[in-house]
């Protein structure tokens, strides 16, 4: 059973920028999408991005332009570069591997 973990979290400020890591028990490259989503209180789950087996990206309107997605097959690991960070970007943010899902990492945006 796939295992993925998320880190890197935290409370920032408005306009600051924190870097989510998601490790998966998997190569990357044995997985057709990682993706990332997030679900803020009271809110829908909502796409942020993911990432394809050839590298081709795409990112929800909310985050596009802020957020960046990559991939390091070697270390079986997808980061989320977030920049000009919002309040309203505070949520759980979930890494999906193929079919399975992380616990999630808590960002949260406050001054």
């Known amino acids: 059973q796939v295992q993925v973990v998320e880190s890197g979290g935290g409370l920032v400020q408005p306009g600051g920028s924190l870097r989510l890591s998601c490790v998966a028990s998997v190569s990357i490259l044995s997985i057709s999408v990682v993706a990332w989503y997030r679900r803020a209180p009271g809110k829908q789950r909502e796409f942020v991005a993911d990432i394809g087996r050839n590298g081709s990206t795409r990112y929800g309107n909310s985050v596009v332009g802020r957020f960046t997605i990559s991939r390091d097959s070697a270390e079986k690991l997808v980061s989320l570069q977030m920049n000009h960070l919002k309040p309203e970007d505070t949520a759980v943010y979930y890494c999906?591997?193929?079919?399975?899902w992380g616990q999630g990492t808590q960002v949260t945006v406050s001054s």
């Open positions: 999906v591997v193929g079919p399975t």
